[in-house]
């Protein structure tokens, strides 16, 4: 269908022609594009808040669900539990079938890989300026010791080569993950069915069999918590945007303190590297240019501007906190 609505487009030069299918499909490929794209700049921008939102989310629909099973007394089998166990014990022996699925679902749908999901996939979040900062670092280690060259070279070949598939797949390889989820909790709950022991398999995982009903209702939530993947992923988009409003309106005593706070971390951070020139063999006195770049920092515009982003950020940062602190609650 997609393959014969480009010819379509294509023949037409690209406008719409008045199909309803061709029609139809042009609005959700744009709809999808504008999505990705408030996504990916949303992560580029900040993914640990982007993170934040997306745990809470789950946090919030798997207790949801778990709440509405748990009151509403039944009782699920012992075999389901176990499966969903057995699946969180392989996740890590299933990457190559996840690589495999999300090869499969690129073809299918080659938009679904514009999506990037980097942190959602390795669990490893770093925004520009704690990159910039872990690079310093590592300039400063070769420096002193030589040796360590080699070690921060084969870790960058190796960290490279594993976000391969994940750049390259996107979207696709955390679809995949959720999917193998499934077929190893369908196959092995099938196994348990047909004759394998139970009880046995409880027992070696440390579960009791008073406990079997409790892990069916988590196994049931969690499987149930993949339907609302699509609400996750809107929830973070969104969620940016309304912590971002919510930050520029922040009440006036609460603006004063927290500039108060940044003109002391300021302080303290030019005390630092005063204290680090010593350390190196300078006089700790500053030249007129070391003045200028200390207390010229630009216009008071400027100033004002940077100094009310700083303030921004924070309260953003603050509320990607308690969204982790809820999320870790919840668990």
């Known amino acids: 269908h997609v393959a014969m609505t480009k010819k379509r487009l294509f023949q037409t030069g690209g406008r719409d022609d008045g199909n309803p299918s061709t029609t139809k499909t042009t609005t959700t490929t744009k709809s999808w594009s504008n999505f990705t794209q408030l996504w990916n700049a949303s992560l580029s921008k900040r993914p640990q808040e982007v993170i934040a939102l997306f745990l809470a989310g ?11 099973l748990d009151a509403s007394a039944v ?20 990457q190559p079938l996840n690589v495999a699925l999300a090869a499969g679902l690129v073809r ?11 942190p959602l996939v ?15 670092q590592r300039e400063k280690l070769e420096a002193s010791s030589p040796a360590l060259k080699p070690v921060f070279a084969a870790a960058s070949r190796g960290s490279n080569w594993l976000q391969g598939p994940i750049d390259q797949y996107g979207l696709a390889l955390y679809i995949s993950g959720r999917l193998s989820a499934l077929i190893t909790i369908g196959v092995t709950s099938t196994m348990i069915s047909k004759g394998l022991d139970v009880e046995s398999f409880l027992t070696s995982w440390g579960i009791s069999e008073s406990l079997g009903g409790a892990v069916g209702t988590l196994a049931a939530s969690s499987v ?21 409003a919510v930050s520029q309106h922040v009440p006036p ?30 006089d700790g006195s ?6 200028n770049k200390i207390t010229s920092t630009g216009t008071k515009e400027e100033e004002e501007k940077a100094e009310k982003e700083s ?21």
């Open 75 to 94: 009782v699920f089998p012992p075999a389901i539990g176990a499966g969903w166990v057995c699946a969180r014990l392989t996740r890590k022996f299933r």
């Open 58 to 68: 789950k946090s919030t629909t798997w207790l949801a669900l778990y709440s509405i």
């Open 122 to 136: 390795t669990g490893i979040i770093a925004d520009a300026t704690t990159v910039e900062q872990l690079q310093k």
């Open 224 to 244: 149930g918590n993949i339907v609302f993947t699509p609400l996750h992923f809107g929830a973070v988009v969104y969620g940016i945007k309304g912590m971002e």
């Open 253 to 282: 005593g609460v603006e004063e303190y927290l500039k108060e706070e940044l003109k002391r971390h300021r302080a303290s951070v030019l005390e630092t590297e005063a204290k680090t020139a010593v350390s190196l063999g300078k």
């Open 311 to 331: 303030i921004e950020n924070g309260v953003i940062k603050m509320m990607g906190f308690l969204l982790l602190l809820w999320s870790l609650c919840v668990s």
């Open 108 to 118: 299918l749908v080659p938009s679904i890989s514009e999506m990037k999901v980097s």
């Open 286 to 291: 500053c030249s007129n240019s070391d003045t």
